[in-house]
């Protein structure tokens, strides 16, 4: 005899379990010679060893169907539970661009040529730069790529940070507590998380850490072991706040940092860290640095004429104004 515990994780419970445990009562059903007990997202299995073992196998890939596609009915718990070959979802299980499933069967890819080189970054180096243009998707597969690693144990925890750079680090005057003053910076990694996440999971890894939002001026003093760490809007980050983000680094951690060095918020006598971490890591081994550009947006159409549109009058002006620089300097 052999007693095992499964904890279902990723998905809600009660959905597994069906309607007033409807799809629960089936699965029991269709095993009759063990002895099945569910209490919350744990399940024990009592029965013979091979038995329990096979059972626990079509248990865990049901557990995936619901993860991928958001529902199971009686027919895919009748094809994957009791289906002596590989029923076409299992043939299908291993597919490699999918990042995350998100809510409702949301598959979360990486969508273009730079996203895709983030993602191959992000399996070879322990540390990448992503740097580009708004709408190209940098946060978001940042995200992604965060919650794969929580879901496949990679890591322990995922930290997500910002700088408040709107109200200068200093909160005080907004109303509400710290969370509240803090959500209005942080809420694209709460919107990324709620595509990835079902919002029982979300609330309970934001309860017990697992999953940790917040602002860069709190980074100060840690050591992020175990964790994927994601700096958002590292344009913002001064020299001294950027360089001590990158020495949080811990044991077996990851860490991404997005930004864009077109959409500088600092005041002018606060130079952005990023452009110099890019001059000054690039030979860094460890270290690799993606650039993305307007033909990574994947937003809006118009989000990439905006991009083309600002990079033209940028372009322009510069070379107006050394133009000018050198006919001040000849005169």
């Known amino acids: 005899m052999s007693e095992q515990i499964v904890h279902v994780e990723n998905v809600n419970p009660s959905d597994l379990y069906g309607a007033n445990d409807q799809h629960l009562t089936m699965i ?3 095993f009759p010679k063990i002895k099945i007990i569910a209490r919350g997202d ?3 299995i ?5 038995e329990v073992e096979y059972f626990i196998n079509r248990l865990n890939l049901l557990i995936l169907h619901l993860e991928r596609y958001g529902n199971i009915s009686a027919k895919v718990i009748e094809d994957i539970m009791l289906c002596a070959g590989e029923s076409d979802f ?3 299980i291993n597919d490699s661009d999918v990042l995350v499933y998100g809510r409702n069967g949301l598959q979360i890819k990486a969508m273009t040529a730079n996203q895709k080189l983030m993602v191959k970054a992000s399996e070879e180096k ?3 730069f992503a740097i580009g243009p708004a709408g190209t ?3 978001y597969t940042a995200v992604a790529l965060a919650v794969r690693a929580l879901k496949s144990k990679e890591v322990r925890r995922i930290i997500l940070t910002r700088p408040a ?11 509400g507590d710290l969370k509240e003053k803090l959500d209005p910076y942080l809420q694209p990694l709460y919107d990324a998380l709620r595509d990835m996440l079902p919002q029982a999971k979300l609330e309970a890894f934001m309860a017990d850490g697992t999953i940790e939002i917040a602002p860069l001026a709190f980074m100060r003093g840690r050591t992020l072991d175990h964790a994927f760490v994601i700096l958002d809007e590292a344009q913002n980050a001064t020299r001294s706040q950027l360089k001590m983000f990158l020495t949080r680094m811990g044991r077996s951690a990851k860490f991404v940092i997005t930004g864009d060095i077109t959409q500088i918020d600092l005041p002018k006598n606060q130079p952005s860290g990023l452009p110099q971490a890019t001059e000054v890591l690039k030979d860094v081994n460890g270290i690799e640095f993606i650039f993305l ?18 990079k033209k009058y940028y372009n322009d002006n510069e070379e107006a104004d050394d133009k000018a620089e050198n006919k001040e300097r000849n005169d």
């Not at 009592?46 to 091979?50: M, V």
């Not at 750079?165 to 109303?175: D, K, R, T, Y």
């Open 42 to 44: 744990y399940i024990k």
């Open 28 to 30: 029991k059903s269709l």
């Open 46 to 50: 009592i029965g013979n060893d091979d």
């Open 293 to 310: 550009n307007e033909k990574d947006v994947v937003r809006h159409k118009l989000v990439t004429d905006i991009v083309n549109a600002y």
């Open 165 to 175: 750079v709107e109200a200068g680090e200093n909160l005080g005057f907004l109303p």
């Open 126 to 128: 322990d540390m990448i």
């Open 90 to 92: 299992i043939k299908n």
């Open 137 to 139: 998707g940098k946060t």
